[in-house]
């Protein structure tokens, strides 16, 4: 059984998954989870296959260094986006596995929200690239773990109207000047 960064508030009604070493940029994987977190499971499928088709951006909120503007991150309330197509592919097929495994739990996928989902930088893979005079540099390789938690949303109950009064509590100072102005009335 692998270990998860968080566990769920009720297991019963969550269902999770995880991915390993998965060959994507770490950096704009992180932005593309940041963007769904919070979000209800069918809407975020629904985002990142619009970002796949670069008909929404993912805003660019922490590793935003040589980033360009764009105006569909003003829905974000920010300036800088970009579309990371490969991080968007990589996070569905990991939703697309963790609705898999809601619905094997009895869940239903309609109310499934994003409670967690976290990015981890995972060990790089080595290459090399020649450069003149024969030296020989590193070419690195940034992959991520994931992992995703998502959990039935709790019905909101409205509070039932109390038919008996509240008790007002009060200091002595309270009580005595409330005593004055009942013998100031009679």
Not at 39 to 61: E, G, I, M, S
Not at 68 to 90: I, M, N
Request: proline fraction near 2%; include cysteine; aromatic fraction near 6%.
């Amino acid at each position: 059984m692998a270990r998860y960064s968080a566990t769920p508030a009720n297991e019963a009604k969550s269902a999770r998954c995880r991915g390993g070493d998965l060959r994507v940029h770490f950096k704009n994987t992180v932005e593309a989870a940041n963007a769904i977190k919070g979000r209800k499971l069918l809407n975020a499928v629904t985002y990142l296959k619009d970002v796949q088709q670069h008909k929404q951006c993912v805003p660019f909120r922490r590793f935003h260094r040589g980033i360009g503007r764009t105006a569909q991150a003003k829905a974000f309330k920010a300036t800088l986006g970009r579309w990371p197509e490969k991080s968007a592919k990589y996070l569905l097929d990991l939703l697309q596995s963790v609705q898999a495994n809601a619905e094997a739990k009895g869940l239903n996928t309609e109310e499934l929200v994003i409670k967690h989902i976290h990015v981890n930088a995972a060990r790089k893979n080595r290459r090399r690239t020649y450069r003149a005079h024969g030296r020989i540099n590193a070419y690195m390789s940034n992959p991520s773990h994931i992992e995703i938690i998502v959990s039935e949303e709790d019905k909101i109950v409205e509070k039932a109207e109390d038919e008996r009064q509240t008790v007002v509590f009060q200091n002595r100072k309270q009580l005595a000047a409330k005593r004055l102005r009942a013998a100031g009335n009679q």
